[in-house]
Nanobody
């Protein structure tokens, strides 16, 4: 089993920045891909960014150029640097981890951290 704990959410004005962190514990040797998803009120959950163990990344079109996912394997931590935040980025952000292929990211989920962007 893998446990994921997110931190770093909060309230920020439009145009501001936040950095989310997620620390993994438990069977960390089994983790391959890690990622971030988000769910806004009344909307379906959507993926935001994913990263392989080797550090290859992919970002959703809606955040590309503004958000950056990164990973420190020595600290078992994945980050999401969020710049130029917009009100539509308001959501609960979830950290995820996968144990299958290098792009597997959804076997485990954190509890989520709230990000609110005011206009």
């Amino acid at each position: 089993q893998v446990q994921l704990v997110e931190s770093g959410g909060g309230l920020v004005q439009a145009g501001g920045s936040l950095r989310l962190s997620c620390v993994a514990s438990g069977s960390i040797f089994s983790i391959k891909g890690m990622g971030w998803y988000r769910q806004a009120p009344g909307k379906q959950r959507e993926w935001v960014a994913r990263i392989t163990k080797a550090g290859t990344t992919i970002h959703a079109d809606s955040v590309r150029g503004r958000f950056t996912i990164s990973r420190d394997n020595a600290k078992n931590t994945v980050y999401l640097q969020m710049n130029s935040l917009r009100p539509e980025d308001t959501a609960v952000y979830y950290c995820t981890a996968g144990t299958g292929t290098e792009w597997s990211t959804t076997d485990y989920w954190g509890q989520g951290t709230q990000v609110t962007v005011s206009s």
